[in-house]
């Protein structure tokens, strides 16, 4: 089945768990497997299942579409799996049903990332399917056109959806101009103009070997990956060693300097999305943003915001914030809903505690709360092929080093107070601190008008 | 987002993973009459420990509908001995982190730690089982998140209330009518001595089950299951009653219309059975059928309507076996844009009709059978996953041989089974059909 294009609020989410999920300290041998076609991945074998999850990321994504063709990433990674190679769009799903693999394709804003869980008993055959849906994708007229209408239709619904349109409109006022400001599903117009050629070329400008990140986890030894990786990368173009897909991108500061916008809408509750500038991945202050972070607005009942706000006063029924690291830009970014008769109170809450942790930075009880929780809790979670792949590929693409894993622990128990209180400075300022709000909030009115959405 | 209280699984359809093999279950039960299931997972140092409370929205008062999982929440505002933040703060500490939520059946709470904290965690939810204290200082900021949880859940999304409404509508008596989150009014209502009233009903050993998943032994959790909730006594349980319906005498038919509403959609409930309640036998016959008639890419409707029919968008069906009431079998479709709403329903009922006239053939039902066997070896690709499966049984009254042999159950269902299942349940007066539209275009 067609794989919805990704949304620009999922992607923000599903980068914010990244990024927040900084990664593991449990003891778990990772190999490094290169083919004799010279396609490398990072494998961590577990044969306790027959099952097996190969991951992949393709460097450049959704913030290099064309413009007046936004959406082509989505629309593409959508596609690869709709007939490929010699099935068509029914053959191939029948296929991959009878083989009982589970493929999946994404496009981020600088990425085009995808999972295939299959069961070891089908490796070959499950992964010739990924083969031809990476080398040879039809994009057929008549799958292009269903997931054309498919798409235009999800964007009628998410313009209705308070939720999501507050995202976007944070995100346009944010970035403006930069191609994050630009939703990375396109707009109707956008995804209107969009022609095979377009998708055909975005896979032969990125689905290449060069910037290609593979891991594979479960029932598979380092010699059947050797030959999976032949198998499945090996005959894909080189890629051109000069160039970096995505480099071009310029860098971008999002931040609309403390604006407040609101979209009317007569819903009971209105939707909140807010924040600022944040670091980037590779910010010598990461760790320490990622646990004052975590401080301010952890999930649980952890964050200052969710104890004011939730706790104390039931605003809400959650409100957490996130770091949001994209390749050009960062963010510290958060979501709230309240009904309409009290956001204005969840709004001065959450300006206070910017406020509170600016000046006065975490205690050292909090910050020994916090340091303990992100550095414990991560090997839990590394607990399903899916899950661990997809952490072997971030590792890489990141360049977080393969012995990673076991320095995660130390690095974010290393945060000092001192540290964590500079950081705290210079994360959080109410000034910069923006929110957008769609609903029918009382007592709340725009700065100044909402950026109109492109159609 | 990871909130210590309530997500409410409402019907897990048919394409959900599925119950699986033995999960090298070992079970055992305490003198109180609490049930212990071990399922042993040494991937990771962790475990997963999850109390299944055999009481759900369907338990809820008369007049107090949102009962079960207002208590939900409130059973992280302490007791005597872990005031109120105490119990969260512990488990954070060693990287653990907890939740729960609440359905029809169930009210289930949750934690995943460190090996090394099976102990406390057992603790914890031993001293919760009976100690909670409650007060109007915890009990009410707590109804406005409850409230705040409805709106953002359901009182925002025109479909969502629409859903609400169709289920409301289809049953005309049996308790899955009620929403499990509750209806406005009634949780506005909810307050402390109704929480605890329906705690002190439903909260003891002998209407529990305690699920031990990961890196533990059942030695172990024996040990520690005696020393912790083995002091707790057994007490007097209320029946559970789960209401039946009425000879149904007409077909419902709903149209919502809403701004907030971008394009149509079709929705329509069927009345039927589950593993426990109405025609029980075809429960599994049910759920392959789900399958073949709903459940991807290379499902009859999704081909049909989507693929060769150019009508819809998308088109499903999902179907939940595991509910001690009466269930529903649901469609669902979406139109293209031009289409209309009518001419989408003709396809669809065409398709119904298709196949209580001429049934299903073999190679649709294996397709399906196999697909639906691999999401069982999948389903112990996690920590969770075979907790969640044998709780959602044992929950109902299940066994844990039902989910033991599920896989061979559904691989041993017919075309013949599918055909009389098909028929019996794709009744239209036993039907409640859901339009949702536009405000322009009504």
């Known amino acids: 089945m067609s794989r919805r294009p990704v949304t620009r609020m999922v992607m923000l989410i599903g980068a914010a768990l990244v990024g927040l999920s900084a990664l593991p300290a449990a003891a778990m041998p990772i190999g490094q497997v290169t083919g004799a076609s010279g396609v490398a991945a990072w494998l961590v074998e577990d044969h306790s299942l027959p099952v097996v999850t190969l991951a992949f990321s393709f460097a450049g994504g959704a913030a290099l579409d064309p413009a007046g063709k936004e959406g082509t990433a989505s629309m593409a990674a959508a596609l690869l799996d709709e007939g490929a190679g010699s099935y068509d769009s029914t053959a191939y799903q029948r296929r991959l049903g009878e083989l009982a693999g589970e493929l999946e394709f994404a496009a981020g804003e600088d990425e085009l990332s995808g999972s295939l869980r299959m069961l070891s008993r089908n490796l070959t055959e499950t992964a010739d399917l990924l083969r031809v849906a990476l080398k040879e994708p039809r994009f057929a007229e008549d799958a292009v056109e269903r997931i054309r209408a498919d798409t235009i239709a999800m964007l009628a619904r998410q313009a209705r959806n308070p939720r999501s349109l507050a995202g976007r409109l944070w995100m346009r006022d944010a970035f403006e101009d930069h191609p994050y400001g630009k939703d990375s599903d396109g707009t109707p117009a956008s995804v209107a103009a969009i022609t095979r050629a377009d998708l055909a070329d975005f896979v032969a400008r990125h689905v290449h070997q060069k910037d290609l990140v593979v891991s594979a986890v479960g029932d598979i030894t380092a010699a059947e990956l050797s030959g999976l990786l032949d198998r499945v990368f090996g005959s894909l173009p080189p890629g051109d060693q000069s160039k970096d897909d995505g480099a071009e991108i310029a860098e971008a500061r999002p931040g609309d300097a403390g604006a407040l916008v609101v979209s009317r809408t007569p819903v009971p509750q209105s939707a909140v999305s807010f924040g600022e500038a944040g670091p980037k991945r590779d910010d010598p202050d990461w760790y320490a943003a990622y646990v004052v972070n975590d401080i301010l607005g952890g999930g649980g009942f952890r964050g200052r915001l969710m104890k004011e706000i939730r706790e104390k006063r039931g605003l809400a029924y959650g409100v957490s914030t996130a770091l949001v690291p994209y390749r050009h830009a960062g963010l510290i970014f958060g979501s709230i809903a309240t009904e309409n008769s009290r956001v204005a109170e969840s709004i001065a809450l959450i300006r206070a505690e910017w406020q509170r942790m600016r000046e006065d930075g975490p205690s050292e009880a909090e910050l020994r709360d916090a340091k303990a929780y992100l550095a414990g809790s991560f090997p839990f979670t590394l607990d399903s092929t899916r899950r661990i792949a997809g952490v072997l590929v971030q590792m890489q693409t990141d360049k977080l080093g393969i012995d990673y894993l076991d320095r995660r622990a130390s690095l974010i128990e290393g945060v000092t107070l001192d540290e964590a209180r500079r950081v705290a400075r210079r994360l959080f300022d109410p000034a910069r601190l923006s929110f957008a709000v769609v609903g029918d909030p009382a007592g709340l009115e725009s700065t100044r008008p909402p950026r109109e959405a492109p159609h | ?383 969770s996953g075979p907790a969640d499966i044998v709780g959602a049984a044992l929950a109902i009254g299940q066994t844990l041989d039902d989910v033991a042999l599920w896989p061979d159950r559904i691989g041993a269902v017919t075309p013949a089974e599918i055909a009389a299942a098909a028929r019996a349940v794709l009744i239209l007066r036993n039907s409640a059909t859901g339009i949702l539209l536009p405000e322009h275009s009504s």
Request: proline residues 4%; glycine residues 8%; aromatic residues 6%.
């Open chain 2, 1 to 383: 987002m990871a909130i210590a209280c309530s997500v409410l699984l409402v019907a897990i359809a048919a394409e959900s993973p599925a119950r699986a093999q033995h999960f090298d279950a070992e079970s055992f039960s305490l003198a109180n009459g609490l049930q212990v299931v071990v399922l042993p997972n040494h991937r990771v140092p962790a475990v997963t420990q999850m109390v299944w409370y055999k009481a759900g929205a369907a338990d809820d008062p008369r007049g107090k509908s949102g009962s079960a999982h207002f208590l939900e929440h409130l059973m992280f505002k302490g007791t005597a001995a872990h005031p109120p933040g105490d119990f969260g703060a512990l488990i954070s500490q060693g990287g653990g982190r907890s939740n729960a939520f609440t359905t029809e059946d169930y009210t289930v709470f949750h934690e995943t730690v460190a090996r090394d904290q099976l102990d406390l965690v057992m603790q914890l939810e031993a001293d919760r089982m009976t100690g909670l204290v409650l007060n109007d200082a915890v009990v009410v900021p707590e109804r406005a998140v409850v409230l705040e949880e409805r709106r953002t859940r359901i009182d925002n999304d025109p479909s969502a209330l629409l859903r609400e409404q169709l289920t409301a509508n289809l049953f005309l008596n049996a308790s899955a009518r009620v929403p499990a989150i509750g209806w406005e009014g009634e949780i506005r209502r909810l307050g402390t001595a109704d929480a605890l009233h329906f705690y002190r009903d439903w909260y003891m050993p002998n209407n529990a089950i305690l699920i031990v998943a990961g890196d533990a032994d059942a030695a172990l959790v024996r040990r520690l299951a005696e020393k912790n909730f083995g002091p707790l006594a057994a007490r007097a349980l209320p029946a559970r009653v789960r209401l039946d319906e009425p000879e149904h005498r007409a077909a419902i038919r709903l149209e919502m219309t809403s701004e907030r509403v971008a394009q149509p959609s079709w929705r329509r409930l069927y009345l039927a059975p589950s593993h426990r309640a109405g025609a029980t036998g075809q429960a599994y016959a049910l759920e392959v059928l789900a399958e073949i008639l709903g459940g991807g890419a290379d499902s009859r409707l999704y081909r049909a309507l989507v693929l060769d029919g150019g009508l819809a968008l998308s088109a499903r069906a999902d179907y939940a076996a595991n509910t001690i009431g009466l269930s529903s079998f649901a469609i669902s479709a979406t139109p293209k844009a031009g289409v209309a709403v009518g001419e989408l329903e003709k396809a669809v009922e065409a398709q119904l009709n298709r196949l209580t006239e001429e049934g299903v053939d073999t190679g649709e039902v294996r397709r399906a059978e196999q697909r639906m066997q691999a999401a069982a070896i999948y389903a112990h690709d996690s920590l």
